[in-house]
C-alpha cells in the first residue's frame, strides 16, 4: 500500500476539491518519497479507490500536520472527488488547509 500527503488543495466555486497539491511518503523515514506535484481530483480518486491511503496535511506552528485520511466521494451528476473522511472536525476540514492558486 502506497500512502500520499495531500498538503494544499483547489476548491472550486461550491468547495470542491478538484486538484491537489501531494506527494508520496516514506512513512518508516516520516519524509517525502518524492517531490510534491500537482494532480486532478482524478488520480486521486483513483489511488484511493486501488487501496492506497491519502492524508491531509493541516497547517500548524512548525509546518504541516497529517490528520485526517480521504475518501473517495461519488455526487449525483456522476462527477467523482474526495472528502475528509468521517465527521466534522473543528479546524480540520478541507477549507483549513492551504489553497493551490486557481
Do not use: C
Not at 36 to 45: K, N, R
Request: charged share 25%; no cysteine.
Amino acid at each position: 500500500m502506497t500512502v500520499h500527503a495531500v498538503s494544499k488543495v483547489r476548491l472550486d466555486k461550491d468547495g470542491r476539491i478538484t486538484a491537489v497539491y501531494w506527494g508520496r511518503v516514506d512513512t518508516h523515514r516520516n519524509e517525502w518519497a518524492e517531490p510534491e506535484s500537482v494532480a486532478p481530483v482524478a488520480t486521486v480518486v483513483a489511488a484511493v479507490l486501488a487501496g492506497d491511503s491519502v492524508f491531509a496535511l493541516f497547517p500548524a506552528m512548525h509546518g504541516h500536520l497529517p490528520d485526517r485520511r480521504f475518501v473517495a466521494v461519488d455526487y449525483d451528476n456522476g462527477w467523482q472527488s474526495i472528502a475528509l473522511e468521517g465527521a466534522p472536525t473543528h479546524e480540520r476540514e478541507v477549507h483549513d488547509m492551504d489553497r493551490l492558486a486557481p
